[in-house]
């Protein structure tokens, strides 16, 4: 078993990894793609090259650090994440379990603009089944988004509610839909409702009624999975202390998902005080049999 897993493999997830691996601390790091870094040229403002970086050399360096001081990275993309005991991250290929799990998942994109979206949000509106479904009992639901974190959603929503329906709002499908949930590409023109959210309506005019819309817009942000496991959040934020750590024990943040600075130096800041933090978190835990060897157990 991993002693703790971080999710995101930037600046932030490896700049804490380094820490806590060279503790000795099992540490498995989860990143779907090259995150920020990936899409930068020319790096000229970061320590300790005379020349400028681009991003990926400057994360593949990171990574094969991280490798080598005894990291493991896996590339899969988180869908969820949930706390009994211990922390269980779900992947879109497995399960892994934690005692610690540190977000660092860079920025949070924005949801789309689809009028009535932020009107209706605590009112119908939801960016979280395992919090909400249980309001939605028996009722029609919908979910919005066309990857793997949606399908996700859906089929957290499948067993309470009545009929759930996939919105891909014009995007292809881009996950396997099971035949539990129903599917509608059509393009949305707006939400729909008065004091409540009673539904949409499709750019072809017609309506669709549904009592809930549940929002998973591509892919999971370090404040979508903090939200689940009921880790305070702010304006998209993740609320954290200066070492990184949130209102729930054993859970971290580090990087562009705190907002504030933009920047590697204050990602890497972050990761090395969040690693620090969750390294001293880990070693204050009784320890479970099992885990002595520092094993990771993967199932
Ligand atoms: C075009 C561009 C140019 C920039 N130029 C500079 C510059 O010159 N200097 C500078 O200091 N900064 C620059 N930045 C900012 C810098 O890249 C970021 O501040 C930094 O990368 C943040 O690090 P991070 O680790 O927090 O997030 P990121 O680097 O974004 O890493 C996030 C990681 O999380 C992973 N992830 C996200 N969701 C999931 C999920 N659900 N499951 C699994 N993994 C997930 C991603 O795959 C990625 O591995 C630039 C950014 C951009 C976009």
Known sequence: MAKLIIV??????????LYTARAKI?????????GALAKTDRIENYYGFAEPVSGTELLEAGIANAKRLGAEILEDEV????WDEQFTVRTKSGSYIADAVLLATGAARSAP???GLKEYEGRGVSYCAVCDAFFYREKEVAVLGSGEYALHE??????????????T?????????????????RPLTRLTGEDVLTGAEFQTGDPLAFAGLFVAVGVASS????KKLGASVEQNRIVAQPDG???????????DCRGGLLQIAKAVSEGALAGTAAIQYIRKLPISVGNEEGQMAFF
């Open 8 to 17: 995101g493999k930037g600046p932030a997830g490896i700049s804490a990894a």
């Open 26 to 34: 099992p540490t498995l790091i989860i990143g779907r793609d090259g």
């Open 79 to 82: 869908v969820g994440i949930s």
């Open 113 to 115: 603009a689809i009028p």
């Open 154 to 167: 859906a089929l957290e929503l499948v067993h309470t509610a009545r009929r759930v329906t996939l919105l």
């Open 169 to 185: 709002n014009g995007e292809k499908l881009s996950a396997a839909l099971p035949e539990q949930i129903h599917l509608d590409t």
């Open 223 to 226: 404040s979508d999975l903090a």
């Open 245 to 255: 750590s949130t209102d729930l024990p054993g859970l971290f943040a580090a990087g």
